[in-house]
């Protein structure tokens, strides 16, 4: 039978089901995230009415939105990361010098074989979309790719097993093979592109920033649109700014 323990994993576990699919969708209704998540309204009504007391999710224009209370715990839990403290003004000066978005990626937590946009620094002036705060999967862009190939080898493999390899453009890998052909020759020479793989406005290149023991404790990414991000300032240019970042933020930890 189960326990109350049970039913209260299971209720948090929804509610988080919840703010995902209202963090993902533009303003859905009652109804949509009832459809999306396969439940009851009734049932998504309470644990909506919930969250929008404690201030989790609003209502808006018919729908829902992530509320602002959220913001607070975000913040907070972006500033009691090292890697945060010690790369923002690397990724804002390379920014500046490259005009284009830099962004600090990490490996997700609360969702699995993901990467977090930590930070991200863009020029007023540059017409990218900003990209903080997006949760993306691994095997789809340069920040994700570069991590994942620092990783052990046994997680690699999970990764493979359990991961669908979705396709997010066109030009994504959803092959295994081919991805663990990607996967090495990242390792070998110490960055991963994205050539257009988690959208089609953007192309870039990362590179990893690890702990003493060579695990990937996140990454430094470029991305610009394919115009800019192309040829020599995408192979050459880039690369070296990236990785003298990336090597830069590391060494700092690594005397911490």
């Known amino acids: 039978m189960p326990s109350a323990d049970d039913y209260g994993i299971k209720a ?44 989790y999710v609003m209502r808006r224009d018919g729908g829902y939105e992530i509320g602002l209370e959220l913001v607070s ?25 490259m005009r284009e978005q830099v962004c600090l990626v990490v490996p997700g937590q609360g969702s699995e074989w993901s990467c977090l946009y930590m930070f991200t620094a863009v020029p007023a002036d540059v017409d990218t979309p900003d990209q903080e705060g ?12 570069v991590l994942l190939a620092n990783m052990d080898k046994d997680e690699v493999v999970e990764f493979l097993d359990h991961d669908s390899l979705s396709s997010e453009t066109a030009n994504t890998i959803t092959e295994r093979n081919e991805l663990q052909s990607k996967l090495q020759a990242i390792r070998d020479q110490g960055v991963a592109y994205d050539r257009q793989e988690q959208s089609d406005d953007y192309r870039g290149v990362a590179a990893p920033v690890l702990d003493d023991d060579g695990r990937p404790l996140g990454a430094i990414e470029v991305l610009g649109p394919p115009l800019r991000m192309s040829g020599k300032r995408l192979e050459e240019d880039t690369v070296g700014l990236v990785v003298s970042g990336a090597k830069d933020v590391e060494n700092k930890l690594s005397i911490d």
Request: charged share 30%.
């Open 12 to 55: 948090t576990m929804t509610s988080h089901r919840i703010l995902e699919t209202v963090r993902s969708r533009d303003r859905p209704t009652l109804t949509e995230i009832a459809r999306a998540l396969d439940l009851s309204k009734p049932a998504v009504h309470k644990h909506l009415a919930t969250l929008e007391a404690i201030g």
């Open 73 to 97: 715990f975000g913040v907070y839990a972006r500033r009691r990361q090292r890697i945060y403290e010690v790369a923002r003004s690397r990724v804002v000066e390379l920014a500046n010098t």
């Open 134 to 145: 997006e949760i993306r999967p691994l095997h789809a862009t340069a920040a994700g790719k």
